[in-house]
């Protein structure tokens, strides 16, 4: 599969999925706005600004943006799974309390960062200006590499290999600006 693709600004994919990320606020349960935004919506900028207007994989979230919609999409499922557990339950309801949402917000973290290396895995970005292929150890996130740019998007023979390490270490690029 061979698509070229104008990239989609960080922004634009934000806007796009507003509705989205009130359900991930409306889970996140932050005291004020400014909390969430500082905690999470700038984690979540990141990952889009990391993923631009990629697909996840040729079969799941194929279209333009599609990593970025999984990766909404989890988090919001993962946080209102874990809603539901039963945390801690031999701490008492005061320790619960105060560790319930740092467990929350690992959760969070755990999702938006569980997918970032998929479109590497199974595509191939082409910068179609300088025929440069993305490599997100060296050129880091895809949208502050690809700019505004037009690339191609060629789906390898045979996914690479699934390497958790190299997830771990792009999501030190997201984690931590």
């Given at each position: 599969m061979i698509a070229a693709h104008e990239a989609i600004l960080a922004e634009d994919l934000f806007a796009t999925h507003l509705k989205r990320i009130e359900l991930v606020r409306q889970c996140a349960n932050e005291s004020t706005e400014t909390e969430f935004a500082r905690k999470w919506l700038a984690v979540l900028r990141r990952c889009a600004n990391w993923f631009s207007s990629m697909p996840l994989t040729p079969e799941l979230h194929c279209e333009p943006g599609g990593a970025f919609r999984a990766t909404i999409e989890s988090t919001f499922y993962a946080m209102r799974l874990a809603g539901g557990q039963k945390f801690a339950a031999d701490l008492?309801?005061?320790k619960r309390r105060r560790l319930e949402p740092q467990y929350n917000?690992?959760?969070f973290l755990a999702a938006?960062?569980?997918l970032l290396d998929e479109p590497f895995r199974h595509f191939e970005m082409v910068r179609l200006s300088d025929r440069t292929r993305w490599n997100p150890a060296a050129h880091g996130?895809?949208?502050t590499w690809i700019g505004t740019g037009q690339f191609a998007v060629e789906r390898r023979?045979?996914?690479l290999k699934n390497e958790r390490m190299r997830t771990a270490m792009f999501a030190?690029?997201?984690i931590t600006p």
């Open positions: 008492t309801s005061d917000y690992a959760v938006a960062c569980s996130s895809f949208g023979v045979a996914p030190q690029t997201v």
